[in-house]
């Protein structure tokens, strides 16, 4: 019998914080997630890096607005569920007044071993199409192989000036 291997794998959390460091982030604005319970660690200690935590992903957004006009590079880290519950002022920032939101979106409830079309969570399934419908460009990160999906999402919200998404698909480690 062959064992099940996962369809995403958590990436470690030094590797990520590193790729944030060389894309010269300063701030990190975040609502709480258990899927990057590790990054938050690690960014919370980091020196480098001003960590923010936010009451609703409303007010971050706004945050993160605020320390971009102010001539900062920040981003955010939030889950899934707080992609639905901003979508308002996913409008608002990013889109409409085009402000660079670099988002890291966990992907909260996803069971690792099973396709993201597959989940059995609503909110798992239902992220990418969301993001689509708003023409939000979104990647995966699913596992090691993917970190330059870090930088090139980056890269995308401040070229287009607007939203962009990575979605963490396994808990960082």
Not at 78 to 101: H, V
Request: hydrophobic share 45%; glycine share 8%.
């Amino acid at each position: 019998m062959t064992e099940a291997k996962p369809v995403a794998v958590g990436v470690e959390a030094s590797a990520i914080v590193a790729e944030l460091r060389a894309l010269g982030i300063d701030h990190v604005i975040c609502i709480p997630d258990s899927y990057q319970k590790t990054l938050i660690a690690q960014l919370q200690e980091d020196p480098s890096i001003r960590f923010i935590t936010a009451c609703t992903e409303d007010e971050a957004m706004g945050i993160n607005a605020g320390l971009y006009m102010g001539g900062k590079n920040p981003m955010l880290v939030i889950q899934n569920n707080g992609i639905f519950a901003s979508i308002n002022t996913i409008k608002a920032i990013p889109l409409d007044a085009r402000i660079p939101t670099f988002i890291f979106v966990g992907q909260f409830q996803r069971d690792p071993m099973v396709a993201v079309e597959e989940s059995r969570s609503r909110a798992v399934r239902m992220v990418e199409p969301t993001l689509d419908v708003w023409g939000v460009s979104h990647w995966r990160l699913e596992g090691p192989d993917d970190i330059g999906n870090i930088r090139a999402a980056y890269e995308h919200a401040h070229k287009t000036m607007g939203p962009a998404a990575l979605i963490v698909g396994a808990p960082t480690v």
